[in-house]
């Protein structure tokens, strides 16, 4: 379920019966001679992943470290907003960000936004302006931003910016439990920036 939807799995501890703990996201679940067999992604990076695999039958014990990605609800029950409300709200922060920077930054949105990809917009907008304020109190992020043309909203299954040439992309997640928080938002804006 949480694959389908490309969320990121809950990070798990496998008590074996030897007594050994093996922690990290599940991986996958294979068969060896007709015995399952879980993969966990222990470590290492995206491009190199460390992975150990386990017999289910040495498995005493699974422990969910944030169970919540289990419990809580993959779509807000928050209203999407129409295409005027969207519209409306993207008005407001580009004249508070004017006002910040000195000069208008557009905000746009992708084309053909669904009503998760409005709610994902909706959600992640407050924060950004927030952050790219924040950024354009200080020289450096200043001339940053004055160096984009734009700024392009949209929605995926997880947090995601990006520069596209002169344009800031930020691809809000469509579940609210992926957002990032504003700390995080801000530090990963002035990495990209």
Known sequence: MLAAADRPRPEVELYLVGGHVLRGRLAGIGDDAGTAVVSIV???HPRTPALGCVRVDQIAAVVALDA???VRPVVSDQPAPSKLELARALGARAESLT???GRALPLTTVPELDEDGRRAVAAV?????DALRAIAR???GKAALDALDGV???AA???ELRRDGN???VLGPRSPIDAWPAARLRAELEKLL
Do not use: R
């Open 42 to 44: 222990t470590g290492g």
């Open 68 to 70: 919540s990605l289990l």
């Open 99 to 101: 006002t910040a920077l």
């Open 125 to 129: 907008l407050p924060a950004l302006v």
């Open 138 to 140: 200080d020289p450096m």
């Open 152 to 154: 392009e909203l949209g």
């Open 157 to 159: 299954g997880s947090p």
């Open 167 to 169: 344009k800031l992309v």
